[in-house]
């Protein structure tokens, strides 16, 4: 035996034992889900009903920032809610089937208090589900903790709402970390994003989002 075919083997030993093979990727919780077109005219602009829009909302380089202030009106002069700008997937209101919101987020740091995103409409109160934020952590209303130390940072947010199986599923960055029962049918149920105002909210509360998309089966 020559001493290169040695040397060969040896290095070829020496690559192999050096190799870390890398984990396999889980599924993505958009497998299986049909994409449902989305355009500017399906992202409503709710927000103070006495400011003009730009001083509530941007859209700068496919970045949609939304913010309000605790003291601000609601959203049209004769609503009971709190102060609110939020985007309304309009177009695509459902009572069966399984759906899905998909969005990037990001939250600043001090913005307490205020639901970012949520499912409006269900049998028992007025929305199916709520993404709250409080110092940083995410909530599922102001109970469970579905993800903590989410300020400063973009991380995406996949909620599934499987109506006749009467179950919301939560996926942060691709990772499940929310399940349970929904709150019954209603005629009409769609998805909403942006921030509304919760009790204990700061005075200013803020979230951006890009990359919003709607899937169903």
């Known amino acids: 035996m020559n001493s290169s075919f040695c040397y060969s083997v040896l290095l070829v030993l020496f690559l192999v034992s050096s190799f870390e093979p890398q984990p396999l990727c889980g ?14 005219n399906n ?28 003291n601000d009106k609601p959203f049209k002069p004769d ?7 939020e985007i ?8 069966s089937g399984v759906w899905q919101f998909e969005g990037n987020a990001f939250v600043p740091k ?3 208090g205020v639901a970012i995103a949520q499912i409006l409409g269900a049998a028992e109160g007025a929305t199916t589900m709520q993404l709250r934020m409080y110092n940083g952590d995410l909530k599922y209303y102001n109970s469970e903790l579905v993800a903590s130390n989410m300020y400063d940072k973009w991380f995406r947010v996949n909620i599934i ?7 919301v599923t939560v996926f942060i960055d691709g990772v499940q970390k929310y399940v349970g029962k929904d709150k019954g049918k209603a ?4 998805f909403k994003c942006g921030v509304y105002t919760q ?7 803020e979230s951006r989002w890009k990359g919003i998309k709607l899937f169903k089966k």
């Open 110 to 112: 001090g913005t307490t």
């Open 187 to 190: 005629t009409n149920m769609y």
């Open 27 to 40: 599924a993505d919780p958009t497998d299986g889900f049909t994409p449902v077109p989305l355009t500017d």
């Open 88 to 95: 309304r997937i309009a177009g695509h209101d459902y009572s």
């Open 161 to 167: 709402h499987d109506v006749n199986g009467g179950k």
């Open 79 to 85: 609503s009971p809610t709190k102060p609110r700008t």
């Open 199 to 205: 009790v204990g909210s700061s005075n200013y509360m």
């Open 43 to 70: 992202l409503q602009l709710q927000r103070p009903y006495n400011v003009p829009l730009q001083d509530r909302y941007s859209n700068k380089n496919g970045v949609r920032t939304l913010w309000v202030y605790s």
